[in-house]
């Protein structure tokens, strides 16, 4: 059980801090896996937070969590973003939700945690960054929480000439045992890689120069018309090389791997957090069903770097509109790829100063 915020913040400094916002109190919107699981975290394991106000499309979900987290069920998410005793937004609804939701939380000036993806259109993620840019100040974090994970803060942390030298090639498997929403190929790239798409933008300081989307043999639960597993082959502007197995209905568990060579020398992130045991004749270990068994501390230590910027100021701690918006853009190009056969130049707009 983490400290609330009031023993928080006296504990960590000893003095009250100056203009702070004591507790965030989070409205939620989308009460399913991730948003349940993000609720008791902000409830229970993040410092400086509650849960007030939560609505789902499933009414009943809605109110079962809400009595849980001693919060009120509303029944719109128009209701959660005005809510006066709502001070910031956690969206957590379904993908083609996500673009809509968050325009309304910027227009009622209220910090959001937008779950990935920002859209799974190009269009709907423009319209996001250009709500945002228009209004001249960043409200919008994305729930990219791969960027907290200590696995890949420990790899990105070895790069440079102290450690393995600048990535040269980086290699990614992504697997999850069962399509979670439903197989469709576009939304393997969209729904699922768009968190390789980001952690590799986000390793290399990089921007993809083109996406090449390679289809083969498919596995054995792959339904007619779809590709699974897919091959995403990518070069950034600065020539590192980077691949991603994507494969969803993989049957075998979540797994996330990523191997990095470098020019003095490689690492890999192979197992994760997990501990390796050997016993008779094996070596080896347990792969969790979800994403939420291995991503758990990368999700709890967003929100609270979320949570602690909220509270104490200073530059957004995770990725940005803009991440979310090259996201959508590299995946929209990677779709087009996966239909064409084709490699697919990426092109981005300008950067807005307001993401320097
Ligand atoms: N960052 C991550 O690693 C991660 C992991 C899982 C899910 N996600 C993202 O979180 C989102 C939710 O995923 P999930 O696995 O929790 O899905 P889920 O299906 O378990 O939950 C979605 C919930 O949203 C509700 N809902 C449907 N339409 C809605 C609407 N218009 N407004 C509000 N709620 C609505 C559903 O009733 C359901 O309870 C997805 O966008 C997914 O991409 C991110």
Aim: proline share 5%.
């Amino acid at each position: 059980m983490g400290l609330k915020s009031q023993d928080y913040l006296r504990d960590a400094s000893g003095v009250r801090r100056k203009n702070v916002l004591m507790t965030i109190r989070v409205g939620l919107i989308g009460a399913g896996n991730i948003g349940t699981s993000h609720a008791r975290d902000l409830s229970t394991r993040v410092a400086g937070s509650t849960v007030s106000v939560i609505y789902d499309f499933d009414e009943a979900r809605a109110r079962e969590l809400a009595a849980e987290l001693d919060a009120r069920a509303v029944s719109s998410y128009q209701d959660v973003i005005a809510a006066a005793d709502v001070d910031a937004v956690l969206i957590a609804s379904p993908d083609q939700f996500h673009a809509e939701q968050a325009l309304a939380c910027l227009a009622a000036g209220k910090p959001t945690l937008c779950e990935k993806p920002l859209s799974p259109s190009e269009a709907g993620a423009r319209s996001v960054l250009d709500a945002e840019v228009a209004l001249g100040r960043q409200l919008i974090m994305m729930g990219f929480m791969r960027r907290f994970d200590p696995g890949y803060v420990e790899l990105k942390g070895g790069f440079g000439p102290a450690g393995i030298g600048e990535p040269l090639v980086i290699r990614n498997s992504h697997r999850n045992e069962i399509a979670p929403y439903g197989l469709d190929s576009a939304m393997s790239i969209t729904n699922a890689a768009i968190h390789e798409i980001d952690i590799n933008r986000w390793l290399t300081d990089d921007e993809y120069a083109w996406v090449e989307v390679l289809t083969g043999r498919n596995g054995p639960l792959t339904p007619e018309g779809q590709h699974d597993p897919l091959f995403l082959l990518l070069k950034t502007t600065q020539g590192t090389i980077i691949d991603i197995e994507m494969f969803v209905q993989s049957q075998l568990g979540y797994e996330v791997t990523c191997a990095v060579t470098g020019g003095l020398g490689a690492a890999e992130m192979a197992d994760g957090s997990y501990v390796t045991t050997s016993r008779t004749l094996h070596r080896g270990h347990d792969l969790p069903k979800q994403w939420l068994g291995r991503f758990q501390e990368a999700y709890r230590l967003q929100l609270q770097a979320w949570i602690t910027h909220l509270t104490d100021g200073g530059p957004l701690p995770g990725a940005s509109t803009w991440d979310g918006y090259v996201g959508a853009v590299v995946a929209n190009r990677a779709i087009e790829s996966l239909r064409s056969g084709q490699r697919v130049a990426v092109t981005l707009p300008p950067r807005p100063a307001l993401y320097a």
